[in-house]
């Protein structure tokens, strides 16, 4: 019998995504974030939750997507996100946020090679759910990647 792994679906524009259970403290609705001077395009802000600050991040931007307004279904995903060798609490804005699903271990794909550049190593593998596509993210390789080519930053070249 497959392993069988929890992952939170979200949409992001058309498509589905998916976080690793273990990662996600809770979701919360959208709320007003205080911006941060001279943030990345991906950064939102910070947020106030129960007393403690947590940056936001926009997921459409982070994944080269343009933002959109908020609306009733978008929603803030509190997760604990390995960057640099700690957890940290970290925010993502998501466009809509479905439920916990489980995924077989044997059905999850890697991304594909298609040859070519392709930033994908955020990917950690695509998995189904009846005739749609989930793709899983990898959040320490998500959270890493800025817009550039991770293989040039790789080899120490800047755009």
Known sequence: MADTAQYLTLGI?????????????????????SKLPHAPAFLLGMID?????YPIVDLRTKLGLPRIEPTDATRIIILDVPVKGRTRGVGFVADRVFEVTGLDADQTE?????????????????????????????L???????????????????A
């Open 49 to 53: 939750v129960r007393g403690a600050g």
């Open 110 to 138: 890697a991304a594909p090679d298609v040859g070519g550049r392709w930033q994908s190593n955020y990917i950690a593998g695509i998995g189904r759910k009846g005739e749609a596509f989930i793709v899983i993210f990898d």
């Open 13 to 33: 524009d058309h498509e589905l995504f998916g976080i690793d259970i273990r990662n996600v403290r809770e979701i919360l609705d959208m709320r007003p974030i």
């Open 140 to 158: 320490e390789r998500l959270m890493e990647a800025d817009g550039l080519p991770l293989a040039d930053l790789a080899a120490g070249k800047a």
